[in-house]
């Protein structure tokens, strides 16, 4: 539930969400949220950040989306990047990093998504060889968002020794312009400010200080990210869905075709309804995963973040799906802004984990059933 702070930090960005709206400058929104303090809510005050968690964070991407101007990269700037770096990086990459992603004037991407690896993340090829003191890092990435916007992209390989076996992952921070690593933008059927990239990384050289943490301990770090992915995309899920909700709500009000508005007719009313305490119920799984990794329990977080993220994911495509459907023809045009939520919606159901590797995690994890893979 949330708590007055809670309240009062929903109400501030509601109130940006409103004067941006949908259709505006990302770019700008991004900047103005960080002059707030809004992008670096989750980062410890001793490096420019709010001091908060991902609680406050995700009630940031909600507000904004519900506002119809979601910011995608918090899910991975802030939220990823910047836990990873706040409980794993070096003094200097803390100094670097923090304020910087704090405060929005510097962004971070994610890759961990590989072509031939895609939900077995256990497959990933991206291995780092050492060369002296460097690293060099090989592989490919896909679908990766933002390397564009971003000053660099935390890539997630494989040191060459742990090439069979299990993963053994360890992270890099790569800067954008790095020698011989390129991206490809992916001609992708969404509406959105953010592009998604095929990565490629041909022997790219880094420094021995670009590995953020221990190469030891990647799985842990690896995770520490993931937890908070999983709660954003949750975040984000329930902002588009309150939003394409609202709109249909003012719709079914005023539209009336017989004697009464067609929100009177319990065949739109219902389903409105529905929409609505399946968003609910979502956001209440998404605070509460976002309370326990707040609190420091990341296997509890592991299961709640894994179930808000399936039940917003559920919940946001069923919401658009019923809310185009309110609006009848108009749900189709440009001038309502419904139609190219549709696939926006997908987005939450299949990244950053799919509906089906959730329901294997809780066949698995939490029922005690047999893995048919
Ligand atoms: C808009 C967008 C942005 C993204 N941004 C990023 C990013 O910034 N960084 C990043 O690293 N990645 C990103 N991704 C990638 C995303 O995380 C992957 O698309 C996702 O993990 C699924 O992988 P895949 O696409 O390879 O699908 P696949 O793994 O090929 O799966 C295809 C289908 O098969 C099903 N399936 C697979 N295995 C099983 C199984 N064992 N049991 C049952 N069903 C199964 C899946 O559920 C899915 O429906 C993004 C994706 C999108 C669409």
């Not at 490629?200 to 880094?206: A, P």
């Not at 309804?273 to 592991?302: F, N, P, S, V």
């Not at 926006?344 to 048919?372: C, D």
Request: hydrophobic letters at 45%; charged letters at 20%; one cysteine or more.
């Amino acid at each position: 539930m949330d708590t007055e702070d809670h309240k009062a930090l929903r109400e501030a960005v509601a109130a940006l969400g409103k004067r941006h709206g949908p259709g505006g400058d990302t770019a700008q929104l991004w900047s103005e949220a960080g002059k707030l303090g809004y992008l670096g809510v989750n980062l410890p005050e001793a490096y420019g950040g709010g001091g908060g968690g991902i609680s406050e964070l995700s009630i940031v991407l909600e507000e904004l989306g519900a506002a119809g101007c979601p910011l995608l990269m918090l899910v991975v700037s802030p939220a990823i990047c910047g836990t990873v770096i706040a409980r794993f990086g070096t003094e200097t990459q803390k100094q670097q990093w923090l304020p910087a992603l704090a405060d929005g004037t510097r962004l971070m991407a994610f890759g961990i998504t590989e072509p031939d690896a895609g939900s077995n993340s256990h497959r990933i090829t991206t291995t780092a060889r050492k060369d002296g003191t460097d690293w060099l890092l090989t592989g490919r990435k896909v679908f990766i968002s933002g390397v564009d916007i971003a000053d660099a992209t935390l890539i997630v390989g494989r040191t060459e020794d742990a090439r069979t076996g299990r993963l053994k992952p360890c992270l890099f921070i790569v800067p954008r312009d790095t020698p011989g690593f390129t991206r490809r933008p992916i001609d992708m059927e969404l509406n959105a400010a953010e592009k998604q990239f095929e990565l490629t990384l041909d022997d790219v050289r880094l420094p021995a200080d670009a590995l953020v943490g221990d190469e030891d301990a990647g799985l842990l770090q690896l995770f520490a990210g993931l937890n908070p992915e999983r709660i954003m995309t949750a975040a984000f899920a329930i902002g588009m869905g309150r939003h394409a909700l609202a709109k249909a709500i003012d719709y079914a009000r005023d539209r009336t075709v017989w004697d009464t508005p067609i929100g009177a007719h319990q065949a739109i009313a219902h389903p409105l309804a529905q929409a609505h305490i399946d968003l609910e119920l979502a956001r209440l799984m998404m605070q509460k995963a976002a309370a326990l990794y707040d609190a420091g329990d990341d296997t509890g977080a592991g299961e709640a973040a894994n179930m808000a993220k399936y039940a917003a994911g559920e919940a946001c495509v069923k919401a658009v799906d019923q809310a185009v459907h309110t609006l009848g023809g108009n749900g189709l045009t440009r001038e309502y802004g419904l139609a190219r939520l549709i696939t926006a919606a997908r987005v939450a159901r299949i990244a950053p984990v799919s509906r089906e590797m959730i329901l294997n995690y809780v066949s698995h994890q939490t029922l005690g059933l047999p893995k048919s893979y």
